[in-house]
């Protein structure tokens, strides 16, 4: 049936030799190409570094997503059954986790697993996501697996933050006051979230089970945002298996054992916090929180947010032709359905072709990558990649190999995966031919697995003596599955397959190799036909030593990260807090309606006189040693400037005894203070002294 259909197609795509360039381009391009280009070659020195001493298969670059989804799974396990010892309350949530670390073969060492799997999650999850932004894979219909991803990575950061919470140590402290640093600036609290962590009299229990309702909760939001991840992937590698997920859970179970999770003082409100270790995979953060102000902070995540999700789109600078079917030739065999990697083939009720066949392929051009894989897998050419071509191409390429013989040379084939080393060789688009690689013509395709083996079939026949396929290498395929797909074809293990009837299959040389390896595939090309030994795989001693050392640096990264060491902005000297949340006074007075405020009034409201209320602001000056350091103005909440007046003043002071002066004045006279204290306060670098003001209990001092 292929050389049927070939001949069926008479001249169309008959392309006269050097006549023909290639326009379509077989990449997407996106901006800053060059320099993702660059970056790649990182991963690709790391993955050929990493391959040389342990299997593809434990290479943790390349099944970084695989991991990430183990390593939240097992903390999901263990922040279940944490569940058991844990009290979620203000006065038993720490000594709770305290007493924990006290078993630490029990509850002790599940926390410790809680803890590791959570960062080594988020550590893959980054890798994973940097890799796809260096290697362009997040434009065009990968756009839904980009945008479920920056949405998984904000719930999972939410979740690691909200845990720290939940333990109520000083850290938990720091993130509560920057939690409430960044909602009081949206008007939903009448009374701001801050004033409840100043001191230990005034936390709010109820919050307290709202973060840990969240925390338990939100995990189910990102279950539904992982299935939409994958959602377009036809073999989702949704989690690691086997001995890669052996040898994680073992190696995070080993850290825990080794470096316990730590637990910081309990919170007190009134602490100064200095210096003290964080995880920083997920308290990072705090350096802003503690630094900003809320509106600032809010401004950073909204840039961040609407930078990187539409980035498919505003980055993108082509959207490539997708994949087609020829009803005609479609004999709906469903090969094209089973080899896509992206399930964006599917079979619907026939429009056109044969009539025995109820059934035909058709493509959804809103998943198609344009990779071409499936140009190969149809025994009749029924599926094409618009703008690449398969017959015309193949034309095009045995026009090349006629030229050379007619030339009397003995050619040799090449076609070049457009992500792989094949693509940095210096080729004329045009003619095939390359300066470095005399008697030879090369043709840069979209991917290894779009060469159809009738083409190799029919180049060999027409005379080539090599057909070369350069590819990527394994488990770093841009398209997951082009060059597994190629290997099984020519093996004869999937259709259609290569007929060693028409053609040598000894003929046909199948070169991975990444970009960092252009010289090695030059020597492998130059040599075509000569019989290589094949590398010998390394010895289970030299992986299994390979296996310990990258454990141990892995570990060492993610230890280390979970103990930085954090500088909190009062590092030296201590500070004073003012706050009050008070109404003031209210005044009414009438006045006389102007003629044309009448004229405007419906005539069953109008009055001649009315009578008005306003809430005068309340003002607060603060002296320390006679020395003013506040004196503003705070205009009353609510949408009618009717409520209460609040204020949070944060000063920061040398450590020692100061006079402090705080007077209010709730009145409309400016120059009246009605509320006023002066103490002397000893302030320590341990701790901050917090002076409130209530209308009822008057100044407090703690």
Same mark, same amino acid.
């Given at each position: 049936?292929?050389?049927?259909?070939?001949?069926?197609?008479?001249?169309?795509?008959?392309?006269?030799?050097?006549?023909?360039?290639?326009?379509?381009?077989?990449?997407?391009?996106?901006?800053?190409?060059?320099?993702?280009?660059?970056?790649?070659?990182?991963?690709?020195?790391? @993955?050929?570094?990493?391959?040389?001493?342990?299997?593809?298969?434990?290479?943790?670059?390349?099944?970084?997503?695989?991991?990430?989804?183990?390593?939240?799974?097992?903390?999901?396990?263990?922040?279940?059954?944490?569940?058991?010892?844990?009290?979620?309350?203000?006065?038993?949530?720490?000594?709770?986790?305290?007493?924990?670390?006290?078993?630490?073969?029990?509850?002790?060492?599940?926390?410790?697993? /809680?803890?590791?799997?959570?960062?080594?999650?988020?550590?893959?999850?980054?890798?994973?996501? %940097?890799?796809?932004?260096?290697?362009?894979?997040?434009?065009?219909?990968?756009? %839904?697996?980009?945008?479920?991803?920056?949405?998984?990575?904000?719930?999972?950061?939410?979740?690691?933050?909200?845990?720290?919470?939940?333990?109520?140590?000083?850290?938990?402290?720091?993130?509560?006051?920057?939690?409430?640093?960044?909602?009081?600036?949206?008007?939903? #609290?009448?009374?701001?979230?801050?004033?409840?962590?100043?001191? @230990?009299?005034?936390?709010?229990?109820?919050?307290?089970?709202?973060?840990?309702?969240?925390?338990?909760?939100?995990?189910?939001?990102?279950?539904?945002?992982?299935?939409?991840?994958?959602?377009?992937?036809?073999?989702?590698?949704?989690?690691?298996?086997?001995?890669?997920?052996?040898?994680?859970?073992?190696?995070?179970?080993?850290?825990?054992?080794?470096?316990?999770?730590?637990?910081?003082?309990?919170?007190?409100?009134?602490?100064?916090?200095?210096?003290?270790?964080?995880? $920083?995979?997920?308290?990072?953060?705090?350096?802003?929180?503690?630094?900003?102000?809320?509106?600032?902070?809010?401004?950073?995540?909204?840039?961040?947010?609407?930078?990187?999700?539409?980035?498919?789109?505003?980055?993108?600078?082509?959207?490539?032709?997708?994949?087609?079917?020829?009803?005609?030739?479609?004999?709906?065999?469903?090969?094209?359905?089973?080899?896509?990697?992206?399930?964006?083939?599917?079979?619907?009720?026939?429009?056109?072709?044969?009539?025995?066949?109820?059934?035909?392929?058709?493509?959804?051009?809103?998943?198609?990558?344009?990779?071409?894989?499936?140009?190969?897998?149809?025994?009749?050419?029924?599926?094409?990649?618009?703008?690449?071509?398969?017959?015309?191409?193949?034309?095009?390429?045995?026009?090349?190999?006629?030229?050379?013989?007619?030339?009397?040379?003995?050619? $040799?084939?090449?076609?070049?995966? =457009?992500?792989?080393?094949?693509?940095?060789?210096?080729?004329?688009?045009?003619?095939?031919?390359? @300066?470095?690689?005399?008697?030879?013509?090369?043709?840069?395709?979209?991917?290894?697995?779009?060469?159809?083996?009738?083409? *190799?079939?029919?180049?060999?026949?027409?005379?080539?003596?090599?057909?070369?396929?350069?590819?990527?290498?394994?488990?770093?395929?841009?398209?997951?599955?082009?060059?597994? $797909?190629?290997?099984?074809?020519?093996?004869?293990?999937?259709?259609? /397959?290569?007929?060693?009837?028409?053609?040598?299959?000894?003929?046909?040389?199948?070169?991975?190799?990444?970009?960092? &390896?252009?010289? *090695?595939?030059?020597? =492998?090309?130059?040599?075509?036909?000569?019989?290589?030994?094949?590398?010998?795989?390394?010895? &289970?001693?030299?992986?299994?030593?390979?296996?310990?050392?990258?454990?141990?640096?892995? $570990?060492?990264?993610?230890?280390?990260?979970?103990?930085?060491?954090?500088?909190?902005?009062?590092?030296?000297?201590?500070?004073?807090?003012?706050? #009050?949340?008070?109404?003031?006074?209210?005044?009414?007075?009438?006045?006389?309606?102007?003629?044309?405020?009448?004229?405007?009034?419906?005539?069953?409201?109008?009055?001649?006189?009315?009578?008005?209320?306003?809430?005068?602001?309340?003002?607060?000056?603060?002296?320390?040693?006679?020395?003013?350091?506040?004196?503003?103005?705070?205009?009353?909440?609510?949408?009618?400037?009717?409520?209460?007046?609040?204020?949070?003043?944060?000063?920061?002071?040398?450590?020692?005894? /100061?006079?402090?002066?705080?007077?209010?004045?709730?009145?409309?006279?400016?120059?009246?203070?009605?509320?006023?204290?002066?103490?002397?306060?000893? #302030?320590?670098?341990?701790?901050? &002294?917090?002076?409130?003001?209530?209308?009822?209990?008057? #100044?407090?001092?703690?």
């Amino acid at each position: 049936m292929r050389e049927e259909v070939i001949a069926r197609s008479g001249g169309t795509g008959a392309v006269a030799a050097g006549t023909t360039e290639v326009t379509e381009p077989l990449t997407p391009g996106v901006i800053g190409d060059p320099l993702w280009r660059a970056l790649e070659r990182g991963f690709l020195y790391a @993955d050929r570094a990493l391959g040389s001493v342990v299997p593809e298969r434990f290479n943790p670059l390349l099944h970084s997503g695989a991991i990430a989804m183990l390593s939240l799974v097992v903390a999901l396990a263990t922040g279940v059954l944490l569940l058991f010892w844990y009290r979620p309350s203000l006065s038993m949530a720490w000594p709770s986790v305290a007493a924990m670390g006290r078993q630490p073969w029990g509850p002790g060492l599940i926390r410790s697993l /809680h803890r590791y799997s959570s960062d080594v999650g988020l550590a893959a999850t980054a890798i994973h996501a %940097l890799r796809l932004i260096v290697e362009r894979r997040f434009t065009g219909p990968r756009w %839904l697996a980009w945008v479920t991803g920056i949405a998984v990575v904000a719930l999972t950061s939410f979740v690691g933050w909200t845990g720290y919470w939940l333990v109520w140590d000083t850290r938990a402290h720091a993130i509560a006051a920057g939690t409430a640093r960044v909602l009081d600036v949206l008007p939903i #609290f009448a009374d701001p979230m801050g004033r409840s962590f100043l001191t @230990d009299h005034s936390l709010n229990s109820l919050l307290f089970f709202v973060v840990f309702f969240a925390h338990m909760l939100v995990p189910l939001g990102m279950a539904v945002l992982l299935w939409l991840h994958v959602a377009r992937l036809a073999r989702p590698r949704w989690i690691a298996k086997g001995a890669l997920a052996a040898w994680v859970v073992a190696a995070t179970a080993v850290l825990s054992v080794l470096h316990p999770a730590d637990l910081m003082p309990q919170a007190k409100m009134t602490a100064i916090r200095g210096t003290y270790p964080i995880d $920083a995979w997920y308290l990072a953060p705090l350096a802003l929180t503690d630094r900003l102000p809320g509106g600032a902070l809010w401004w950073i995540a909204m840039t961040v947010g609407l930078t990187l999700a539409p980035a498919p789109w505003w980055m993108a600078r082509r959207r490539l032709k997708t994949a087609t079917i020829y009803p005609a030739r479609c004999t709906a065999c469903e090969q094209c359905v089973n080899d896509c990697p992206y399930d964006a083939i599917s079979m619907v009720p026939r429009s056109a072709g044969p009539p025995k066949y109820s059934l035909q392929a058709e493509v959804d051009p809103a998943k198609c990558v344009a990779c071409g894989i499936c140009a190969a897998s149809c025994e009749g050419f029924g599926t094409d990649l618009l703008g690449f071509s398969s017959v015309p191409e193949m034309r095009r390429a045995e026009a090349w190999i006629r030229e050379d013989i007619a030339a009397g040379m003995t050619p $040799a084939m090449i076609f070049a995966c =457009a992500h792989s080393a094949g693509s940095d060789l210096p080729a004329d688009a045009r003619t095939g031919r390359c @300066d470095e690689l005399p008697r030879t013509r090369v043709m840069l395709v979209p991917c290894a697995g779009w060469v159809h083996t009738t083409v *190799a079939e029919r180049l060999l026949r027409a005379g080539a003596a090599h057909v070369a396929i350069v590819a990527c290498e394994d488990g770093s395929c841009h398209y997951r599955e082009g060059s597994v $797909a190629l290997a099984e074809r020519l093996d004869g293990t999937r259709d259609p /397959h290569f007929r060693r009837a028409r053609a040598p299959r000894e003929r046909v040389h199948v070169l991975q190799y990444d970009h960092t &390896r252009r010289r *090695a595939l030059l020597g =492998a090309l130059a040599t075509l036909g000569v019989s290589r030994r094949a590398a010998a795989p390394p010895s &289970r001693v030299r992986v299994a030593v390979a296996s310990v050392v990258l454990t141990a640096v892995a $570990a060492w990264g993610i230890a280390a990260g979970s103990r930085w060491t954090y500088a909190s902005p009062v590092r030296a000297g201590s500070e004073l807090v003012v706050t #009050f949340k008070h109404p003031g006074q209210v005044s009414e007075h009438s006045r006389e309606v102007s003629k044309e405020e009448l004229e405007r009034t419906p005539v069953h409201m109008r009055r001649a006189r009315v009578f008005e209320r306003e809430r005068a602001p309340v003002r607060m000056r603060v002296l320390v040693d006679g020395r003013t350091v506040v004196d503003r103005t705070y205009p009353a909440k609510g949408l009618w400037h009717d409520g209460n007046s609040v204020a949070i003043e944060a000063i920061s002071i040398p450590a020692g005894t /100061h006079l402090v002066d705080v007077a209010i004045g709730d009145t409309h006279d400016a120059h009246e203070w009605n509320h006023q204290m002066s103490r002397q306060l000893d #302030f320590t670098s341990e701790r901050r &002294r917090v002076v409130s003001f209530d209308r009822l209990a008057g #100044f407090t001092v703690d």
